[in-house]
Each structure stands twice: as structure tokens, then as C-alpha cells.
């Protein structure tokens, strides 16, 4: 790539492989169906599929073919039954990550909304998803806002989920995502101290060259999206006004979150 030129690279961050009909959580998942006719329609404009430390590698050596990164966060356990799948008839790979502290239980941070979406994966299905090809990252211990968090706690819950997580797999975890998103310089500094090699937030925004690799934005599909929809998102991105505005915020409402955390709740 000629140097001052930008590449730009869409990354997807899905979640549940499921149906939620309704409710506030419900862009959380992606009907198994409807997932396939996605990624479907990116490999057949011609698009490469695969997890975020791949994509890494492969701009880091230079191959700019059209491609795109592919992430779930949380580790549903629907992920085995119908992503893995669905990302087979692809011929897609990806990332998954998951909250350590939680597998086998519901995803406790949704709150009432939970049973919606069922349990999370259990070790030896983790293992599974692995052993399918599916690249494993961190997504902390017990998924809390990390911006917000005491700096002893914040560590642990930066550094035990990625041992932990290669003590059971017996595999590297270069890979962080924060959860809910959150993440500042501190935040940044302790993933990387952890020893990963890259981390994804939100974003809502396509990931250019020349962007941190310790906040690396993604695109949200959901389950309004269709195949062609999807197709125009990665094109495009979301606009650049939205994610701008959030960016501009996030001072104050992290200080309204680190309130909420003082007087024993998150706000996310």
C-alpha cells in the first residue's frame, strides 16, 4: 500500500445467534437464518471473512484484498449450535469472546433481559468453538464497564480472564474486547501490558489503517439488517455523525457511571 494512502476495513461485532422478537436487547441477536443470509451476501460480493488477529496480520502484511473482520462478544451458548455453522457454509471464520467469570450461566450484566438470550457457553464447549477454527478472545472476567473500575480490580479483570483462559485452552490470547465498550488510556495501557496484541471496542465506525489497535471500532449488524443491508453497511459504515457525538460525550457519562458505581450499580 503506497505510504499516506488509508485503508479502510469493516469489522462486525455480533453477539446471540438467536431470535429475541422484541424488547430493548433485541439488536443483540441475530436469527441463525438471517446471520447465514449475511454473511452469505459478503462472501459472494467477493469479501474475506475472518477473526480480528487474522485481519491484523494480513494488513499488517500488506495484502489489502477486500476483507472483513468478523467478532461475537459474551460467548452465548448458541454460538456452537447455530454460529459455527453458519459460519462453515460461508466458509467464514472469526472471533469469539468471552466473559470468563460467567460461562455456563446467563449473561447476569442483561439483566432482566437474560433468559432471553439463554446461558453462556461452558469450558468444554469453548473448547469446542476452538477446535472448530474459531479464534478465542478475552472479554474479561465478569464483563463490568472497565473505565469505571478501582485500578486492583481493573487488572484482575484484564489479566486473570486472559490466563485463564490460556491455562484451560492451551492456546495464545491476543485478542481483548471491552465490555459494553468502555475503555480509556489506563484502560488501554493494562490490556496491553496484559499481553495482547490488539482490542475492540464499539465504535459504530469502520477501522482505518493508522487507527489504535487497542480500539478497534465495529459495525453492530442486527437483526433488521438484511443480506443487502448489510452488504451497504460494510460499504459505508454508519455515519460519521453519531459515533463523533458519543465521542464528545463520553467524559461527563463516564463520570455519571463512575456516581452510579459509587452508589453500588453500573449504568452501561
Known sequence: MPAGVQHVT?????????????????????????LGEQ?????????????LTELLDLLAAGDTR???????????????????????????????????????????????????????????????????????????????????????QLRAEIRDSRDELQQRLQLPVPSFAYPHGYHGRRVRALVADAGHDNATEVGRR???????????????????????????LVRSGEGRLVPAVKRVLQPGWRLARKAARAAGRDLT
Open 10 to 34: 469493516p469489522v462486525l461485532m455480533y453477539h446471540s445467534v438467536s431470535s429475541v422478537p422484541q424488547g430493548p436487547m433485541r439488536h443483540l441477536a441475530v436469527p441463525p437464518r438471517l
Open 206 to 232: 469502520l477501522y482505518r489503517s493508522g487507527d489504535d489497535v487497542y480500539a478497534i471500532p465495529r459495525l453492530q449488524p442486527t437483526c433488521d439488517h438484511s443480506g443487502a443491508d448489510l452488504l451497504a
Open 39 to 51: 454473511l452469505q451476501a459478503l462472501a459472494g460480493a467477493g469479501y474475506r471473512l475472518v477473526g
Open 66 to 152: 477486500p476483507t472483513v473482520g468478523v467478532t461475537f462478544d459474551d460467548g452465548y451458548a448458541d454460538f456452537l449450535t447455530a454460529g459455527v455453522p453458519a459460519l462453515d457454509a460461508a466458509g467464514a471464520r472469526a472471533t469469539l469472546y468471552a466473559s470468563v467469570g460467567h460461562l455456563g450461566m446467563p449473561a447476569e450484566w442483561l439483566g432482566r433481559w437474560a433468559p432471553d438470550f439463554g446461558r453462556l457457553l461452558t469450558w468444554d464447549e469453548l473448547a469446542d468453538v476452538s477446535a472448530a477454527g474459531v479464534e478465542i478472545g478475552s472479554h474479561s472476567t465478569y464483563h463490568h464497564p472497565l473505565d469505571v473500575l478501582p485500578p486492583a
